[in-house]
Each structure stands twice: as C-alpha cells, then as structure tokens.
C-alpha cells in the first residue's frame, strides 16, 4: 500500500528510473519540442569518455588492503555510472559524452571502521573523496573541485545497508547509510512501522544522501523534514569518528548534529542515522479541491499550516501547473480550471484518519475551496513518482526541463513567485527560448513555505549555458527576494555563491574553521558548499 510498493531502482545514467517505466512524450507535450525534432537520447553510457585515472598504484593497493580488491572498481562503467548527479546539465553533459568529472576509482567499504582508515588514507595521499548513496544530487554536489588533489575516488556505501537497531518504545531506529528508502521503508514496515519520508527521488535515494542534504518528503506536513527526524547519527571524518544523539534533546551545548545534518560530505561521511518511526499507516485519504487562483490558494494553506488542522500531506499547484498536471502524465494538457491544491491524511487509527479528514475538508470549504474531488487527490498520489520519467523524452524532442526550489517567510511568497517567475523567463526569453514556468507550494511551516518551480522551453544549441544563464538569473532573484537558495536541494556547488552571500563572512569562517579540524588536508568533497 502506498509508497513502500515502489522498487528500489538501479538506475544506469543518464535516464532516470526503471527503464521498464520509461515514459512516452504526451502529445500535449509535442508543441513544446523543436519542430525539426530533437537531438534524442545522445550516447550510450559505454560511449561516454572519460579522462584516464591520476590516483597512483600506491594508493589504489592501500584502498584495496582496507576494503578488499573486489570492492575497488575503476571499470569504465562504474565510473560514469558514478559520474555528477541528476541535474539537466548533468545529463545532457553526460548525453554528449562528456565524462570529464568521472571518479578515478569507485570505493565500496562495508563498515564504519573501513570508511574512516579510508578517509585517512586519501588525506594522506591528497585525494579527493565524494560520498555516494543514490547519486540523486541534482545542485552538484557530487562534483568534486580537482585544483588542489592528486585524483577523486567516489566513496559508495551501498554495502552499508542494514537496520542496526529498532526501539519500538522510544520509537526510533538506527539505520546505516547506504540502505535505500525504498528498502528502509520495506524493512521496518516488517515491524509495523514509517520513516515517513518520501521524496521524489524516493526510488533512487538513500539515507546517507537525506541526511547530508537535509532532503524534505512529500509528507513534511505531517511526518517533518528528514532533519527533523534525526535523533543521533555517526560520521566518519579524517580525523576520526563523531557519535551525536545521547538523548532526544539537551541543553549540553550546541546541538551538533544540526552542523552535520547538511553538511554535504564536506565534513566526512555519515555512516549511520538513528530517526523517529511512526506506526505505519492504515489509511489514506487524498483529496484535490480547487481554487479560483493562486492567491486564495496560498491563503487557504497558510490557514492550514499557521491554525489547523495540519494534514500529512498539503500541496497546492499554480494555475499553470494545475493545467499541465505533470504528476500525471496521461492527463497533461487536460483543462484544468484554477489551482489544485493536493491534501492527504493518514495514520494508523482510522476512525482519527477520518476525523482529520473531515476537519481538513470543513476548514478548506470555508476558505473558499471546491471538493473534495477523491479522484484527483488519488491521481495526484498514484503519479507522484512518474513525473521524473518525463524529463527523458523532453530532453529527447529537445526540450528543455528543469526545477529549483526555494523558501520563505508567507509574508513575501507572492512577491517571490514574481520575481522568480520573471527572472527565469526574461533571461530564457532573450536567448530566444520564452519557457513556461509552473510553480507549487509543497512544504508549509507556521513563519512560511516552500516554492518549487518547473521550467521548460526549447533547447538552444548549448542547452547547458542556457539553462546556467537561466538559473543565474533566479538565484539571483531569490537573494534579491531575501529568501533561502534552497529548500530541500542542498547548496552543492551551484548554490555555493549564493549561499555565502546568504550567510555572510563570518559564519562561512566557522564553516571553514570546522572542515579545517575534521578535514585538514581538505580531501572531503572539496568545492562542494564552502
């Protein structure tokens, strides 16, 4: 039921997902794509070059002797396989056959203990280490600075994929890095229990990956932030290792495990994460209600997050979005009056579920809001997943497609929307590309919430300088607006700038000040957030 019947996917780039799933472009969609048709699905993954490895002999029987020969790999196919994220750009690069930021060697350590003598030995050798789970990062966060190392091996913790501990009392479990979220959710759904925790890289993502990014699910109305969940975690650095979590909270100092949570693989690697679980859910309720515009809309969410009563899931599309429907690609292009706004309540007690529900309902109603529309709310549900599968016969027709996200406080959501709406569509407009641009709110606290926007239009001749040019404007506009660079996609290196300029001189020091301990040679994905 629900998420948790998902597959955990091995996704082989640059495609997305299943291949099985792989979707078709909607005819809806054809308008969009070149006329002269587009550039299709660019080289295979065996046809990718990449340069030839400067990690030294040395260095590679060092890593051997720690993890085994059979779990040190620099096979072609490994290394594209292990090459940047899923961002556009880092596929269409990789659609091009450029493989230029490939891993010399891919690492699989099976423990802790490995992940540190590992560490220790790339400082000792000055070579650079970036951490991977699902490689789902979509800012560059796997793309490592080369100026100041020997070579870059990719540090996969697939193998640390267990559930260490279940405390069915306190209602927390510990579980080790590498395990996936699709497989982390089937594995305590066994005990009867949730993580909660559903983005939509949920087929591909990892625990390690949602710690380090600060990722937010789907269900962040009801279940929080995967930040929010963390309880204790365990890093491995150069120096050593780092246990934090004694208690759920304390007034013993700082609450370091803020610094870690975040940190992007710049601070070492987290090998193990202790979360909240929740019982799994016996019912789900999804609705859709529509709204005349997005201005009553964004009043009837704030009206929910800021007063109640809060669903598990909240959701409301502009009106550009509400008639593209891309969570649903069967219906793109089906007309779709106003905004719709996705709500969804679950739990492990029915009879609560459907008081919730019939609470959310009222409030939406005398907000102005028309529903409940079941079929839409399931639609939206069912789909959730599939609208990733899109991207990969959009950049086929020559389409270009691609999302950032930002946040802010609700009084200057309005304004934000403007002028980030405007920004992307003036510097895409004079390079002869005018986009569409959709945007929805998904994450809601009581000070503010989230924006998420979709942008697609024409693919010029560099697709990857226009969108660069693209997303320079909005961030841009984002620091104008006074709001964050990123919600829940992390600052990796192409929020970097802007993220200094967020947080000012003096607490990018402290930063710098404690890479600097953990991480003296600066081997741990350097370049990447400070």
Known sequence: MGETALPQVEMVRPRWGDPSHAAELPDAARALAPEAGGPGSGVTPDEVS????????????????????EHVDDSHRDRVQHTRGYSTPDLLRLRAGDGADAPDLVVYPGDHDEVVRVLRICAE?????????????????????????????????????RVESVDEVSRVATLQAGLRGV????????RGFTIGHFPQSYEGAGIGGYAATRSAGQSSAGYGRFDEMVEGL?????????????????AAGPDLRQLILGSEGVLGIITAVTVRISPLPRRRLFDGWRFPDFASGLDAIRALAQD??????????DELETALNLADPDQLGAESPGCLMVVGVEGADEAEVGRRHDAVAQALTAAGGSGPDLDAGEAW???RFRAPYLRDPLLDAGVLVETLETVTYWSRIEQLKAAVTGALTDALTAQGTPPLVLCHVSHVYAAGASLYFTVVAPQTEDPVAQWTAAKQAA????????ASITHHHAVGRDHRAVYHAE????????????KSTLDPHGVCNPGVLV
């Not at 990449?50 to 020969?69: K, L, Q, Y």
């Open 125 to 161: 050798h000055r070579v650079a280490v970036v951490p991977f789970t699902g490689g789902t990062s979509v800012v560059g966060g796997l793309t490592p600075d080369r100026r100041q190392v020997t070579g870059v091996i990719t540090v996969d913790v697939r193998r640390l994929d």
């Open 503 to 514: 947080i000012g001189e003096l607490a990018l020091e402290v930063l710098r000040a404690v």
């Open 308 to 317: 109640g009563p809060r669903p598990t899931v909240v959701r409301l599309s």
């Open 475 to 482: 961030n841009e506009a984002i620091r104008a607006s006074g």
């Open 183 to 190: 497989r982390a959710e089937e594995l305590l759904a066994e």
């Open 234 to 250: 365990v890093l491995a650095t150069p120096k050593g290792t780092i246990e934090l979590g004694t208690a759920p909270r304390s």
């Open 50 to 69: 990449v340069p030839t490895p400067t990690v030294s002999d040395e260095m590679r029987r060092a890593v051997a002797d720690i993890v085994g020969a």
């Open 381 to 383: 549900r069912a789909g």
